[in-house]
């Protein structure tokens, strides 16, 4: 079965740099039928996707988070993490990670982990 | 485009028959994807495709598409379904992933 598990600093103050690594078990990131993605949910609001990760390492972002987000993949590990800079209160959110089945004509989040809420704050 | 519209709220009473809708101009050309959210918990994938099931999901949900509108309809629904729903697809570029706000389903 396969398992997600996110991992990483509760808090971070603003301006600082938030970085989460997401561990999976039961499947290999070298599988080329999947992407690896990370989604955030701020307190109360709606899912806002952040990107995905193929293991060939090409990544895809939301344009609207693009200039401060890094996604990247440690197959040898079976992790892959997110890095986010100049963070503030509004990049408080719960942080999920997610397998990705992409095809031609959709895009769906199959598996999920827990989900670890990141607060900005001094 | 890269947006998805969704009804904010909606209910139903139990056993009775619930459609919560998903716009979009990328739905003219992708197919939504459906999650269903409970407090406190991760999203949980129940449709995907045209109207396919993740394994484990019960057949009273299904997934429909017209034009830019998506559906998922809960044919008799039950009360472990109030949850909040989303919907996702690629946006009209092909490249990227949106999802639309959300509807909180209520079961009565």
């Known amino acids: 079965q396969l398992q997600l598990q996110e991992s990483g600093p509760g808090l971070v103050k603003p301006s600082e740099t938030l970085s989460l690594t997401c561990s999976v078990s039961g499947d290999s990131m070298s599988n080329s039928n999947y992407y690896w993605g990370w989604v955030r949910q701020p307190p109360g609001k709606g899912l806002e996707w952040i990107g995905n990760i193929y293991y060939t390492g090409n990544t895809y972002y939301n344009p609207s988070l693009k200039s401060r987000v890094t996604i990247s993949i440690d197959k040898s590990k079976n992790q892959f993490s997110l890095k986010l800079i100049s963070v503030t209160a509004a990049d408080t959110a719960v942080y999920y990670c997610a397998r990705v089945r992409p095809t031609p004509g959709f895009i769906p989040f199959d598996y999920w982990g827990q989900g670890t809420l990141v607060t900005v704050s001094s | ?108």
């Open chain 2, 1 to 108: 485009s890269s947006e998805l519209t969704q009804d904010p709220a909606v209910s139903v009473a139990l056993g009775q028959t619930v459609r919560i809708t998903c716009q979009g101009d990328s739905l003219r050309s992708y197919y939504a994807s459906w999650y269903h959210q409970k407090a406190g918990q991760a999203p949980v994938l129940v449709i995907y495709g045209q109207n396919n099931r993740p394994s484990g999901i019960p057949d009273r949900f299904s997934g429909s598409s017209s034009g830019n509108t998506a559906s998922l309809t809960i044919t008799g629904a039950q009360a472990e379904d109030e949850a909040d729903y989303y919907c996702n697809s690629r946006d009209t570029t092909g490249n990227r992933v949106i999802f639309g706000g959300g509807t909180k389903l209520t079961v009565l």
